[in-house]
């Protein structure tokens, strides 16, 4: 089973989640609704977006399936919501009606973990056919290394359920803890023998940010159940983590594919050869292009399984 398991999707309405105006008049979400053809903020928006998704998942003939992400609300210190900095959230409920309708559809959860009812919530995803668990730290205000986190640590272990944590720079959404993007803060979720994939490998976002991708390829090599995905790799901004990764055999088997739809995928130009530069651009599934880059940079074929085998879902697809 081929698997993308870094998809998002958007929610403009409540219950099914919610975006600030921040984001919503922000250039990269206006340039990607334009680019998707998503007109307006409401229930007609969502159908939409929803149909792109799922064309976009149906033309990507590589894979077998995507895990489309929730998206948690910021929570206060106290355990209680935070709508004041929340700029976006997608419910659980909202991803688990997608995959209830779409079988190339697979539940991404995402539970803040200093909710009071987190590892409850945890427990009513996993019974509703979670495949992992999804933090943006920077953007959700978490602390992964915060004392706060390790009953959560606890449940994702006893159930068997990767956490995929946001690792490095951010600049589609407001960073609200810019402070959190070390993927280090994971450890204390391996040493309770959760399995982490690092998204994005611990690359920047933007130049003069603090790169970690040197610490997430020490980590991957030091702890057995540490991944990384190579979700928004192609990005000018993050495609320098290619060479580094693929260079490196250990490193090369703990890398998990993602894509990071609905973020563009780019074409790293000065690593690809002209002819596959230009077929990649004029491939207008940014799903099944971001498989055409990294087929073009040498990903094997134990790279496309493995995140199927990260996640312990089946083998075949459906």
């Known amino acids: 089973m081929i698997l993308d398991l870094h998809v998002h999707?958007?929610?403009?309405?409540?219950?099914?989640?919610?975006?600030?105006?921040?984001?919503?008049?922000?250039?990269?979400?206006?340039?990607?609704?334009?680019?998707?053809?998503i007109p307006g903020e409401d229930e007609a928006a969502e159908r939409a977006i929803e149909r792109r998704l799922v064309a976009t998942i149906d033309g990507a003939e590589k894979l077998d399936a995507a895990v489309v992400l929730a998206f948690d609300a910021v929570y206060a210190a106290d355990g209680t919501p935070d709508p004041g900095r929340t700029h976006?959230?997608?419910?659980?409920?909202?991803?688990?009606?997608?995959?209830?309708?779409?079988?190339?559809?697979?539940?991404?959860?995402?539970?803040?973990?200093?909710?009071?009812?987190?590892?409850?919530?945890?427990?009513?995803?996993?019974?509703?056919?979670?495949?992992?668990?999804?933090?943006?730290?920077?953007?959700?205000?978490?602390?992964?290394?915060?004392?706060?986190c390790l009953p959560f640590y606890e449940a994702l272990a006893h159930h068997k359920l990767p956490l995929l944590s946001h690792t490095g720079g951010?600049?589609?959404?407001?960073?609200?803890?810019?402070?959190?993007?070390?993927?280090?803060?994971?450890?204390?979720?391996?040493?309770?023998?959760?399995?982490?994939?690092?998204?994005?490998?611990?690359?920047?976002?933007?130049?003069?940010?603090?790169d970690y991708c040197d610490t997430f390829m020490r980590m991957a090599k030091e702890h057995e159940r540490c991944f990384g995905d190579t979700a928004a790799l192609s990005l000018p901004t993050r495609s320098h983590a290619y060479p580094l990764i693929l260079g490196d055999p250990a490193v090369r088997q703990k890398l998990v594919h993602g894509s990071d739809w609905p973020v563009p995928a780019v074409p790293p130009a000065t690593r690809l050869p002209l002819r596959q530069t230009v077929a990649a651009l004029r491939e207008r599934n940014w799903m099944r292009r971001d498989v055409m880059i990294k087929e073009a940079l040498g990903f094997d074929a134990a790279y496309w399984r493995r995140a199927a085998e990260v996640l312990k879902l089946p083998t075949t697809g459906p």
């Open 9 to 37: 999707v958007s929610a403009f309405t409540p219950p099914h989640g919610g975006m600030s105006r921040r984001i919503l008049d922000s250039l990269p979400f206006r340039f990607m609704r334009w680019r998707l053809g």
């Open 88 to 148: 976006l959230s997608v419910t659980n409920d909202y991803v688990i009606e997608l995959a209830g309708r779409h079988p190339k559809v697979l539940f991404g959860a995402s539970v803040h973990p200093y909710r009071r009812d987190a590892v409850a919530e945890v427990e009513r995803c996993v019974r509703a056919g979670a495949v992992l668990m999804k933090w943006l730290p920077i953007v959700q205000d978490i602390d992964p290394a915060d004392p706060r």
């Open 170 to 210: 951010e600049k589609t959404l407001p960073n609200i803890n810019p402070h959190v993007a070390d993927p280090a803060l994971l450890r204390p979720a391996l040493d309770r023998g959760v399995t982490v994939v690092m998204a994005h490998c611990g690359t920047r976002s933007a130049p003069g940010e603090t």
